[in-house]
């Protein structure tokens, strides 16, 4: 998912070596699981993900406090979501705020859920994904290795499926994307992935790491039916073109388009300052043709919202769970698909509102 940037932002494990996968053509990323194929990759996952941003947060999630019982309830959305299927979950070194009282990092939750579900089912499989932060100190290839290894401590794991830029560097890109390279060959990560990349910094990534011979799996990029970038910035197409999986975070646009939400009551906290009223009224439109929408399906307009983008192929929604009841419902957006009409009809509906202002490092 995004990272929002407030006053909580700035706040060694063994490895095997291992043969390095060959890039080659996609012409297909399902597989006949009913899994995705994460870009070039040998990594097969499911058409929807969970993102664990919420996890331990205490700076934009959580109304800026995190207890035993938020514990509990992400414990119980993990737990869910593997019961339904789900093998997918998203985390970062930088969710999670370590200078807030109370708080945990969301890697550390990540890793303790997945131990001790294993703990009771030795026969789990959870595909994990973590993201380097770039962070302006950060220099040199070395440092995506040794943030790596600080992530896997957290996640008390060995090695993980997907490890992601978060996003691009104020400087020295070529040497991040050298370090995933080098993940990749030090048998620490499975696939290698950025997130908030331009059009023309996913196709330099993709050269650069094709040399030595490592798909390029993913692209982690804001994108939702009332923010359609990825559309319009040749980001989407590019992903098509190359074989690249487009991960989709604040699928739902971080529950405005649930319909939870209304001008009378607006979101609380960082999100009611993007969410605002004004922009609530001009949504109600698109939110209640969708609810007609997910009746007709017997779906929920979540589960409509989720199945749109599932629709556009190449495509994985990772909404974010907070609790048991969120996961089971980002499941039933799963194993069904909208019409073609109804694809489009909501596409024309939401073109017809101002898209809110995204994570600015996406521009770069």
């Not at 994460?38 to 934009?60: E, H, R």
């Not at 026969?123 to 995506?144: D, I, M, N």
């Not at 556009?312 to 996961?327: C, W």
Request: aromatic fraction near 10%.
């Amino acid at each position: 998912m995004a990272l929002q940037i407030s006053s909580g932002f700035f706040a060694a494990s063994t490895f095997r070596p291992r043969r390095v996968q060959k890039i080659r053509a996609v012409a297909s990323t399902e597989t006949e699981e009913g899994l995705a194929k994460l870009g070039g990759s040998d990594l097969k996952v499911t058409k929807l993900g969970i993102g664990a941003w919420s996890w331990g947060d205490t700076s934009y999630w959580n109304n800026f406090e995190w207890d035993d019982r938020k514990m509990k309830a992400a414990k119980a959305a993990f737990d869910t979501s593997v019961d339904c299927g789900i093998n997918l979950f998203d985390t970062a070194e930088v969710y999670g705020s370590r200078l807030s009282f109370g708080a945990i990092n969301s890697e550390t939750l990540l890793g303790r859920f997945i131990k001790e579900r294993k703990e009771r089912d030795p026969g789990v499989e959870v595909a994990v994904a973590t993201k380097f932060a770039a962070l302006p100190w950060r220099l040199g290839r070395r440092s995506v290795i040794t943030a790596l290894k600080d992530s896997l401590c957290r996640l008390g794991l060995s090695s993980v499926d997907l490890y992601q830029l978060h996003w691009p560097g104020l400087w020295g890109n070529e040497g991040y994307i050298d370090g995933l390279g080098d993940a990749v060959e030090q048998g620490l990560v499975k696939a290698v992935g950025v997130s908030n990349y331009s059009e023309k910094r996913l196709r330099d990534a993709y050269e650069q790491l094709k040399k030595r011979g490592i798909p390029l799996a993913s692209n982690q990029v804001n994108y939702s039916l009332i923010y359609r970038l990825p559309e319009e910035n040749g980001v989407k197409a590019t992903c098509d073109e190359l074989g690249i999986t487009l991960i989709a975070y604040s699928p739902i646009a971080q529950g405005a388009l649930t319909g939870k939400y209304t001008p009378e009551n607006p979101p609380t906290g960082p999100r009611g300052r993007i969410y605002t009223p004004e922009f609530l009224t001009k949504l109600q439109p698109l939110i209640n043709r969708i609810k007609e929408i997910a009746e007709n399906y017997g779906k929920t307009p979540t589960q409509v919202v989720l199945n749109w983008l599932i629709a556009q192929d190449n495509v994985i929604p990772i909404p974010g769970a907070k609790n048991a009841e969120q996961a089971k419902e980002f499941a039933g957006a799963l194993s069904w698909r909208l019409s073609d009409e109804e694809i489009a009809e909501l596409r024309s509906l939401a073109s017809e509102i101002t898209p809110v202002v995204g994570f600015p490092v996406e521009k770069l």
